[in-house]
Structures are given as structure tokens and as C-alpha cells.
């Protein structure tokens, strides 16, 4: 059974058009978040949950708004996409604060977004 | 803002040679952690450093945290071809608990 999983995992759109992408995980986690990969590979916080409240909220466009219904879903929204969107999503997940700080992330294995 | 520095970017190796990647923060952390990210892959945990001085081993690969809790350290004896990857740190300075900042990697090849 897959932890964290995430669809699609490719999407190939059009500037300008609006996406959305899901995650899951059947972890049990009370924490999820999204990152951000570039072609460089570099890996940038954008948002994160806790129980369904927001906790982390990165200086991202607002045309990116994430919405959780419950503790095992995150979905990322994107509106009016652009070219600098290109880049692989990913969804993770956590426990809560433990004692002794972060606890380990665990990732979906990404959504790949090419804006044409 | 917090700003964890990794280095080298790219190492190249041939197998059954060492591998050294070192992360540095901007600030004190309160805990480190190490990822490993196949090619095409995903981030997988590795281990977390809470202690200042703190030494972990997991078979060829040795982990430290600095004393002044604001450097780390993975060290791989011996590389293997599955090895190779993308090692990032990620460390937490204790503000957001949940927020790590990841450095920008170490891209690990080997020539086997």
C-alpha cells in the first residue's frame, strides 16, 4: 500500500489554465505539507497542515491555495498558471511535534508540471 | 531567514572510493535531518541528529552534528552504485517545529 501518494503524476498544461493536485496518505499523520522541486533541484517549503489548520504558509503566489478536508488529504490549487509553475510537486507527511523536535517526513513520489 | 549551505553540489566518485557531504546553517539548529532522493525519485528519510556532538552510523554511512549545533556531516565508506542519489540536510532552528529548511544537495555519482 502506498504511504503518501499523489495524482496525477504527470501534468502537461497549457499557460494560463487552472490545476489541481491531490495527496493522501494513510499514515495516520497529523502533519502534511507541499514542496517545491526545481529543475535544480532544489526542495522549497510552500505549505503546511496540522490537523487541518494551516501552519506554515511560505511567500507563495496567491494564485497557489492549498485545502485540506481532513488530516489524510492536502490538495494544492493553482490558478493561472505560468512557466516559471514547471517543476516537480511534492506532498508529504508527518507525526506531530515529538519531544525530541521534527519528526521524519515521508514524500509522494511527485507531480511532474510542465506549463506549455 | 533560516539558510542551510550544502556542499559540494556534484561529487563523482569511483566505486569503493569515500564520499564526504557537509551542510552548514546560517543559525543554530535544533535538530538535522538527512534525506536521500533516487534519480526520477522521491526524498526518503535517512536519520535525525538532535545532540550537539551527536555521532550516528547505519552501515557505510556515518552522520555527525557539530558542536555548535549549526553543522552536519554524511560520510559514505566504500560507495556502491546504489549509492548514488541526491543527499540533502534539512534542519530546524527550533522557530516552526514542523519547518525544515533542505539545502540544495549534494548529487552523489559513482563509476562502477
Known amino acids: 500500500d502506498t504511504a503518501v501518494s499523489q495524482t496525477p503524476k504527470y501534468l502537461v498544461t497549457q499557460m494560463g489554465n487552472d490545476k489541481s493536485i491531490k495527496c493522501e496518505q494513510n499514515?495516520?499523520?497529523?502533519?502534511m505539507y507541499w514542496y517545491k522541486q526545481d529543475s535544480k533541484k532544489f526542495l522549497k517549503i510552500m505549505f503546511s497542515?496540522?490537523?487541518?489548520?494551516?501552519?506554515i504558509n511560505e511567500t507563495v503566489p496567491n494564485r497557489f491555495s492549498p485545502k485540506s478536508p481532513d488530516k489524510a488529504h492536502l490538495n494544492l490549487h493553482i490558478n493561472s498558471l505560468e512557466l516559471g509553475d514547471s517543476a516537480v510537486y511534492f506532498c508529504?507527511?508527518?507525526?506531530?511535534?515529538?519531544?525530541?523536535?521534527?519528526?521524519?517526513?515521508?514524500f509522494g513520489d511527485g507531480t511532474r508540471l510542465s506549463i506549455l | 531567514g533560516q539558510q542551510v549551505m550544502q556542499i559540494p553540489q556534484y561529487q563523482h566518485v569511483q566505486e569503493g572510493e569515500d564520499f564526504t557531504t557537509y551542510c552548514n546553517s546560517s543559525?543554530?539548529?535544533?535538530?538535522i535531518q538527512w534525506y536521500k532522493q533516487r534519480p526520477g525519485g522521491h526524498p526518503v528519510f535517512l536519520i535525525q541528529?538532535?545532540?550537539?556532538?551527536e555521532v550516528k552510523k547505519q552501515k557505510r554511512l556515518t552522520f555527525q552534528f557539530g558542536e555548535a549545533k549549526k553543522n552536519s556531516s554524511l560520510h559514505i565508506t566504500a560507495t556502491q552504485t546504489t549509492d548514488v542519489g541526491t543527499y540533502f540536510c534539512?534542519?530546524?532552528?527550533?522557530?516552526?517545529?514542523?519547518?525544515?529548511?533542505f539545502g540544495k544537495g549534494t548529487l552523489l555519482t559513482v563509476n562502477p
Open positions: 508529504a507527511s508527518s507525526r506531530g511535534q515529538g519531544a525530541k523536535g521534527n519528526q521524519p517526513q515521508h
Open positions: 499514515l495516520g499523520h497529523d502533519t
Open positions: 497542515y496540522n490537523n487541518k489548520e494551516l501552519i
Open positions: 543559525t543554530t539548529l535544533s535538530n
Open positions: 541528529l538532535v545532540k550537539s556532538g
Open positions: 534539512a534542519g530546524n532552528s527550533g522557530g516552526s517545529n514542523y519547518k525544515l529548511t
